[in-house]
């Protein structure tokens, strides 16, 4: 019965997951429960793995040990890799390449691709979706520039955007908030809220200490290994912080 609970509940499982680069761990037997309908965050400090982390849910880094297991609403697979479509990734903004020539709308329509089959066209449909969600990001009036022509801000509100026509169950968001205005985090946090009133799953890592309380449900605390996680009322304490932002800590895979 207990095993049932965990599997309603739960949108990502993962049961010690150890990454490393060039057989150097960065991150040391994480096991922790994402639950459905939370905004959770990933908080640590410069180097802590948070990146690594949320990369390795998809893929986009591989574990050399544990799993990671997804629950979807629309099908029973947990396999992330016939799933696609059902998880949207947006990544740091320093990490893409703006200079890509395209236009605003088309990164967009790029979030539809996943149901349509890059060999397809998008129909008016997707184009019809991808200028709704340029509006509600409030990014419509720019759908004809060349992405290279934005701002940090204008950008991440595109990516946001590209995210929310995927019409995923679970979003992974990599420092949405870095490098943006104040009032582009105001649109991004609103949207992320609706989008958990509306039961998905939505994993952000996140620097700034100060608005974790007032954004997130959720914390996983992590320094190369898992410091604690769980609700914020009783996981983003003082200590367990003290102890996530603790300098010249011993690394777990060193300990005797």
């Known amino acids: 019965m207990e095993n049932e609970q965990i599997e309603k509940t739960t949108?990502?499982?993962?049961?010690?997951?150890?990454?490393?680069?060039?057989?150097?761990?960065?991150?040391w037997n994480i096991s922790v429960n994402i639950p459905k309908g939370t905004l959770t965050a990933?908080?640590?400090?410069?180097?802590?793995?948070?990146?690594t982390l949320i990369k390795s849910l998809i893929n986009l880094i591989k574990p050399i040990a544990g799993e990671v297991d997804f629950t979807f609403e629309q099908t029973k697979d947990e396999n992330y890799g016939k799933n696609k479509n059902l998880v949207a990734y947006v990544p740091q903004n320093g990490s893409?390449?703006?200079?890509?020539?395209?236009t605003v709308l088309d990164v967009v329509v790029?979030?539809?691709?996943g149901h349509l089959g890059w060999f397809k066209r998008p129909k008016k449909k997707d184009k019809a979706l991808a200028n709704e969600m340029l509006a509600k990001v409030g990014m419509a009036d720019f759908k004809d520039k060349q992405i290279s022509q934005l701002s940090g801000g204008q950008r991440q509100r595109v990516f946001l955007a590209r995210a929310l026509v995927q019409e995923a169950e679970i979003y992974l968001m990599d420092e949405p908030f870095q490098g943006v205005d104040a009032q582009t985090?105001?649109?991004?946090?609103?949207?992320?809220?609706?989008?958990?009133?509306?039961?998905?799953t939505i994993v952000?890592?996140?620097?700034?200490?100060?608005?974790?309380?007032?954004?997130?449900?959720?914390?996983?605390?992590i320094n190369r290994e898992l410091i604690g996680s769980g609700p914020i009322e009783t996981t983003f304490t003082k200590e367990l912080i003290a102890k996530t932002y603790r300098q010249n800590q011993t690394k777990p895979w060193e300990e005797e």
């Not at 949108?11 to 991150?27: D, F, G, K, S």
């Open 185 to 200: 985090e105001k649109i991004i946090i609103q949207l992320l809220k609706e989008l958990k009133t509306e039961g998905k």
């Open 110 to 113: 790029m979030g539809r691709y």
């Open 11 to 27: 949108a990502i499982r993962l049961n010690q997951l150890t990454v490393a680069y060039e057989a150097q761990p960065v991150l």
């Open 42 to 51: 990933i908080v640590g400090p410069n180097g802590a793995g948070k990146s």
């Open 204 to 221: 952000v890592v996140h620097h700034d200490l100060q608005t974790v309380p007032e954004y997130f449900d959720e914390v996983i605390l």
């Open 96 to 102: 893409v390449d703006w200079d890509f020539p395209t």
